[in-house]
């Protein structure tokens, strides 16, 4: 599972999704309801779903779907396990030698058991682009005084070209750094050649926004990406944004910032077009702007009160350096195709991520859990759906099993394939994504339940199945604490079902929880517990064979972005 959310700049991943709750009485929520029709608004289930006893599971040998779920066992599962998870495969970190190694094990499983290849050139492989981005040096001085990168001031290493030796002898501070027919701070300004400093966000009085006339922010709001093409339009040079919360916003794009980080496609050409820029901390700001302070509190009233902008050049030495590196690698997503008979146009996607974290210095993050046991569950999924389709009693529509990379760097390799599909987006029925799986957590005192996410947000058909196909077949209790719209670890968005989802296609997410050993060395096959991995298998493999096989494709009928 990834470790942090994408909240950021353009530059570095797509922007999260905000959620609100509607809050009314009683009387009202009924009114409420009554007006609706075919879209539910969404209050997502967020309790446990204790499986109905009285329902005699079905054992029959001689159903199909009984048949084949019972070839799914944790005997199967840990010998995949046994190889991914090893020292050998070196924690497959993406765009790393122990990552093509799992790549090429998956390949080799899909094949022997027949699966068609449907990646580039009649291949298991879908490749994907990445460039990695990081900083070979930074160093940044006021004056005599040196600041501290990621403490004092940040930058993306990603997000323009190197610059060497630099140095500045002035600053104009510019307001907010808009440009707009109700507020500018640019209008009769020369800045053409010359480094600015701006805030983020615009100018309101008592929270009515100058530009809207109301408190809607405008287009304008936190649009950094909007305001630094503007600056780069108007011949700025260099551009500082002034962060109330420097720490908040490290912690918030950590991954993007510490260290090496990956980011899709080749970004060089797009680096070059980029305006250079920072954000800095207040400390840094007040050092920068110095003797000023006093016109600067003045011009930022006038702005706040009246609307109007002042500029204020502020003499003050800067140097220093922004040296960075942008290199490409390529990694795969890894695709084996069951194709359906009747409804094979309409395809059901069985997805898990294959990458971990790789090594820091000696020690190896095997990621046994996360996400061998979603990787290895799924292969064994995968080949039940074979073996049913070579005894002739193969699912109606076409099932994708998908296995992605980059899932540990921000989804990327779940986001690649959603935009660059092997199948029309609209034939995609549903999501079905397998994330860790393999452990319990300290909620729970026994090994028979599952988390279940993201199953009623987007087609309740779709919970409804999860959850009969559970009764009849497994009786597991399904946990939906995750699923919940407050839930602060935020496991909606943080697994590869979220780059379908966000598309509007039905996803539904497994999960066992986190643990102790979870982003650690210490993740180890020995630890899985297989008898729980099979249960888990067999239930992803009752709901898949369902979608798979009904007469109705799943409705959309929630609307997932109230």
């Known amino acids: ?94 765009g790393e030698d122990g990552n093509n190694k799992a790549a090429d094990y998956i390949a080799d499983q899909f094949k022997g058991m027949g699966l068609a290849p449907t990646g580039l050139e009649n291949t298991y492989f879908q490749p994907v682009v990445f460039s990695s981005t990081g900083w070979k040096d930074t160093e940044l001085f006021v004056g005599e005084t040196k600041y501290k990168h990621l403490w004092d001031y940040l930058a993306y290493p990603g997000a323009f070209e190197s610059i060497k030796n630099y140095e500045e002898s002035e600053i104009l501070f510019l307001g907010y750094g808009i440009d707009d027919p109700v507020y500018s701070d640019y209008r ?139 290199n490409l690698l390529e990694g795969q997503n890894v695709l084996g195709f069951v194709e359906g008979t009747d409804l094979k146009d309409e395809v059901i996607v069985v997805s898990a991520h294959y990458d971990h974290l790789g090594k820091r210095n000696k020690d190896i993050f095997n990621g046994a859990d996360d996400n061998g046991s979603g990787t290895s569950t799924v292969l064994d999924i995968a080949s039940a759906f074979q073996q049913a389709k070579l005894a002739d009693k193969g699912p109606r529509r076409s099932i994708l099993f998908l296995l992605v990379t980059g899932e540990e760097k921000g989804l990327l390799g779940s986001q690649w394939y959603a935009e660059n599909p092997t199948v029309p987006l609209e034939n995609i029925v549903a999501n079905v994504n397998v994330d860790m799986i393999g452990r319990i957590d300290t909620e729970h005192d026994h090994d028979n339940y599952i988390y279940v996410i993201g199953s009623d947000r987007i087609s309740t058909d779709l919970h409804k199945i999860n959850e009969q196909m559970n009764d009849q077949y497994i009786q597991m209790e399904l946990d939906y604490t995750y699923n919940s719209e407050e839930d602060p670890n935020r496991y909606y968005y943080r697994s590869d079902h979220y780059n379908f989802a966000e598309r509007g296609i039905p996803a539904i997410f497994y999960f066992s929880g986190v643990h102790e050993d979870y982003h650690r060395p210490t993740d180890t096959v020995e630890k899985i517990l297989f008898d729980k991995v099979e249960r888990t298998g067999r239930l992803i493999f009752q709901t898949t064979w369902e979608l798979a096989n009904r007469d109705q494709r799943i409705k959309v009928d929630v609307d997932s972005k109230p």
């Open 188 to 326: 009769g300004k020369m800045v053409k050649g010359k480094t600015i400093m701006i805030y983020n966000g615009e100018p309101n009085k008592g929270g009515v926004n100058f530009i809207t006339g109301n408190s809607t922010p405008s287009v304008w709001g936190n649009n950094t990406t909007k305001k630094l093409e503007l600056a780069k339009s108007k011949g700025v040079e260099m551009v500082y944004i002034v962060n109330n919360d420097i720490k908040a916003f490290l912690m918030e794009n950590r991954k993007y910032l510490i260290g090496s980080s990956l980011q899709l496609g080749d970004i060089r050409e797009q680096s070059q077009n980029l305006m250079p820029h920072a954000y800095i901390s207040t400390t840094m700001a007040e050092e920068m702007i110095g003797k000023n302070k006093r016109k600067v509190s003045k011009a930022v009233a006038k702005m706040s009160k009246k609307g109007k902008s002042k500029s204020i050049k502020l003499p003050t030495t800067v140097t220093g350096s922004y040296e960075n590196y942008i």
């Open 1 to 94: 599972m990834e470790d942090t959310l994408d909240v950021s700049t353009k530059y570095v991943c797509k922007s999260d999704k905000f959620n609100f709750q509607i809050t009314m009485n009683k009387v009202s929520l009924i009114v409420f309801c009554l007006t609706l029709t075919n879209i539910v608004l969404a209050q997502y289930v967020s309790h446990n779903h204790i499986p109905d006893t009285t329902v005699v599971i079905n054992n029959d040998p001689n159903d199909p779907r009984v048949e084949f779920a019972n070839t799914i066992t944790g005997e199967d599962i840990k010998a995949h396990l046994s190889i991914l998870a090893s020292d050998e495969y070196e924690g497959r970190e993406t």
